[in-house]
């Protein structure tokens, strides 16, 4: 079974500092891939960053990167230069490969961010 | 543009009244999930497809069904048999077999109990 955990129930940042979202996951799987989605008060899933498992390096999109550490099965958000705009829940999600060749997603509880001016 | 389009936006359910939620993607993606959301709480998988005439249960699929009779629709209906159906709902999909693919989402749907 998979399993996320964010610890952080709610993080504040100051506008223009960066700030780390926890993310922690268990498996068994040998291949699979995390991902971190942003929530906005609107509701919809906005997709942020992918870490494999077998990637060597730490994803980076832009102001985002992913702070991938295997043997401790975390796998970090850092945001880069906070804007008003990051206020918003953050999800990290992990997908496993299934037998059947699915891949079923599991999410953590999430974190609320929000972002002083 | 490609996208799921969830409707409607806002829904009312009477006691004892089943109501369907609408999920249709022109993503061509063979994958589609239905996703409940509680304040506080993350994503909980309710139903998926991977292929069309085919659905699995997910964590809480008590009191919900499904169906996908063609590719681009996977539409749910909650029943009279969950109890406590006020929650976000969201839809997503993503290509089959491609582990390395985010899901796309649509926009939600939003259930209340009259």
């Known amino acids: 079974a998979q399993k996320i955990t964010q610890t952080q129930p709610g993080m504040f940042v100051q506008e223009k500092e960066a700030v780390t979202l926890d993310c922690t996951y268990d498996?068994?799987?040998?291949?699979?891939?995390l991902f971190w989605y942003k929530q906005p008060s609107s509701g919809e899933m906005i997709f942020l960053i992918y870490q494999g498992s077998y990637d060597e390096q730490n994803a980076t999109e832009g102001r985002y990167s992913l702070n991938f550490q295997k043997a401790r099965k975390s796998a970090n958000l850092v945001i880069s230069a906070s804007q008003l705009g990051d206020s918003a829940m953050y999800f990290c999600?992990?997908?496993?490969?299934?037998?059947?060749?699915?891949?079923?997603?599991?999410f953590g509880r999430g974190t609320s961010l929000i972002v002083h001016p | 543009d490609g996208g799921i389009t969830q409707s409607p936006k806002y829904l009312f359910r009477k006691e004892g009244q089943n109501v369907t939620l609408s999920c249709e993607q022109n993503l061509n993606h063979d994958a589609m999930y239905w996703y409940r959301q509680d304040p506080g709480q993350g994503l909980r998988l309710i139903y998926y497809s991977q292929i069309v005439n085919d659905f699995q249960k997910g964590d809480i699929a008590e009191g919900y069904s499904v169906s996908r009779e063609k590719k681009e629709s996977f539409p749910l209906t909650v029943t009279s048999a969950q109890k406590n159906p006020t929650a976000f709902y969201l839809c997503?999909?993503?290509?089959w077999g491609q582990g390395n693919q985010p899901q796309h989402f649509g926009d939600g749907t939003r259930l209340s109990i009259l």
């Open positions: 498996t068994s799987d040998q291949s699979y891939g």
């Open positions: 997503a999909s993503n290509p």
């Open positions: 999600a992990m997908r496993g490969l299934q037998s059947g060749g699915s891949y079923i997603p599991t």
